[in-house]
């Protein structure tokens, strides 16, 4: 009999688990298709569509069955659609998105769908983890609210991986605080795991080696420094994480702003970062945070030892600051993501002790619980809520036209926009053909060269007349040139190409001019696209990029006839 209860019980935790996650996967499509991901391309990050493209390689890689030659299959993948960027950014992104899409599609759709799955997967966790302490309706509207914070909305409508580091970094958190509750080396295992998962699907995973110094602190569990288990964490990450970061380290410091840290980008990052905590929820609901986060760390922490789970939780979203704040890889919100559901622990534990401390005479806890909570959703309604509307299109018409015309089928295309435009119609090209189909250049790395975020720019071909040159050369069948551009943002090779067709107008053709959707905003004859007279379906021979600031080398790929 006790044996059938219990089964009942779990059986009914299990469907009322399904129940909520259900729910939070059917708000989180509904703001999808309310912020326009699914209709919009490709480019509401300059990253988005490296993601992409570097998620087709590995699905495409696996697909092909011959895994001998990973290197020559990535570099053959890049000469075709260069914005591959694995190594500067770590693989397990990339196979979660490979084991999608091979039983799945590959299409726009499907990805997003598995962007909500992961979100789901989050938000269905900061339930079941609040619901233990809080109640099932505090759980709930944590996970909405989670779902419906701008900044999540924003990511969480791209191909990104701040999903998925979130995801890991939580668990790991949680595992960590586990180990310091209950002491046990399986614990201590699960965090160095989910550890080494996220450090593997991002660079900024590595802010989890910050969570168990300031936890320790926070928990006053200094002890765990003298056991084995608490060592076998970090080595266990270094197995694991080392080799790949030691072999990528060049690539990851080309994609920072600066080559180490300093104390002026420190002082920089310190306000940005500061600033940007408190817009992820609006000044109302940090007020509320900050209650929570002296209630259950601080008051703890003065006269006895920190609850073990709220001591890694305290220790995660100052870990995220403090790594981001140091390691000097841009300034950017979205760095801020894994410290999200730390933050709304922290706010549901803030209301919850206001509640039991507001003198509202004669009302109970739970009403006025109730009370704050409504009066919580209003100032989020008011101050912070809004839809993040994502509509980048244009350049999907633009690769329809081009590979649908017999007369380009083995061209090759040459794009020139900025890195977000670029990305976009590479990203629109390969998931329309067959891969790998037509050898995609982009201006910004065939005719210039630089870091990864634009610094320490060069040309390669200063005059028009060396442009039209290497075109010919190589030889290119079809350019499209992006106009809407501001002219503040152009580099000089966009204007040089741009003096090229100009001077040499003879040996081009415009093939049409098509608009573009940037941020909302129509730009009409945006893009114009010109094919070079006498360069129909001529194939490639040998194509060289200047790889140096990234590999150390140039990428040379011959073409068989």
């Not at 306000?271 to 109302?284: A, D, T």
């Not at 020139?416 to 329309?432: T, V």
């Not at 580099?491 to 040089?496: A, F, G, N, P, T």
């Amino acid at each position: 009999m006790l044996t059938f209860k219990l089964h009942r019980l779990r059986e009914s935790k299990h469907k009322e688990l399904l129940f909520v996650c259900l729910l939070f996967f059917m708000f989180q499509i509904s703001l999808q298709v309310l912020t326009g991901s699914f209709t919009s391309e490709f480019g509401g990050s300059t990253d988005e569509a490296g993601h992409y493209v570097t998620g087709l390689m590995v699905r495409d890689y696996i697909a092909s069955g011959n895994l001998s030659s990973p290197m020559k299959f990535a570099e053959n993948y890049y000469v075709h659609y260069p914005k591959v960027a694995f190594g500067h950014w770590p693989p397990l992104f990339y196979i979660v998105q490979a084991l999608w899409t091979l039983p799945f599609s590959e299409s726009r759709i499907s990805l997003l769908i598995l962007m909500a799955l992961i979100i789901t997967t989050l938000s269905g966790s900061l339930y079941i983890v609040i619901k233990e302490e809080f109640g099932i309706k505090k759980g709930i509207l944590a996970g909405l609210l989670l779902i419906a914070l701008p900044l999540i909305q924003e990511y969480s409508g791209m191909i990104m991986a701040e999903a998925l580091i979130t995801l890991l970094i939580f668990w790991a958190a949680l595992y960590f605080g586990r180990f310091l509750e209950k002491e046990r080396w399986q614990d201590a295992i699960n965090f160095s795991i989910f550890a080494v998962l996220a450090i593997l699907t991002k660079g900024n995973g590595v802010a989890l080696a910050l969570l168990p110094p300031i936890a320790l602190l926070f928990a006053r569990r200094f002890y765990l420094l003298i056991r084995p288990s608490f060592w076998i964490m970090p080595v266990i990450v270094l197995i694991f994480c080392g080799p790949f970061y030691w072999q990528t380290l060049d690539m990851v410091v080309n994609g920072w702003s600066q080559n180490e840290p300093t104390l002026r980008f420190t002082n920089l990052a310190i306000r940005y970062y500061s600033y940007e905590l408190i817009k992820i929820v609006g000044i109302g609901l940090s007020i509320f945070i900050a209650i929570g986060f002296a209630n259950k760390v601080i008051q703890p922490f003065r006269h006895e030892r920190t609850n073990g789970k709220w001591a890694a939780i305290g220790a995660l979203p100052l870990s995220v600051l403090l790594f981001q704040c140091i390691v000097p890889s841009g300034l950017a919100a979205r760095h801020l993501i894994p410290a999200v559901p730390a933050l709304l622990m922290f706010l549901v534990a803030g209301v919850a002790w206001t509640a039991d401390k507001l003198p509202l005479g004669r009302l109970s806890v739970k009403r006025k619980m109730a009370v704050l909570s409504l009066s919580v959703a209003l100032v989020f309604a008011v101050e912070t809520f809004t839809i993040h509307k994502k509509a980048w299109c244009g350049f999907g018409a633009i690769a329809q036209r081009l590979l649908s015309t017999t007369d380009f089928q083995n061209s090759v295309f040459l794009v020139s926009s900025d890195a977000r435009g670029e990305g976009m119609f590479i990203s629109e090209i390969a998931m329309r053909e067959h891969r790998p189909g037509h050898v995609v250049l982009r201006a910004g790395k065939v005719l210039s060269t630089s870091r990864w975020d634009g610094s320490e720019y060069s040309l390669l071909y200063p005059t028009p007349e060396k442009i039209m040159n290497y075109l010919e050369r190589m030889p290119v069948g079809v350019v499209i040139v992006d106009k809407s551009i501001p002219l503040s943002h152009e580099r000089e090779h966009h204007r040089l190409l741009s003096k090229a067709i100009e001077a040499y107008s003879h040996r081009w053709r415009l093939l049409g001019s098509y608009p573009l959707t940037l941020r909302g905003t129509v730009s009409h004859n945006a893009v114009h696209i010109y094919s070079l007279i006498g360069h129909e379906n001529q194939s490639v021979d040998t194509i060289r990029i200047n790889m140096r600031k990234m590999l150390g080398r140039d990428l040379v790929k011959t073409f068989e006839k």
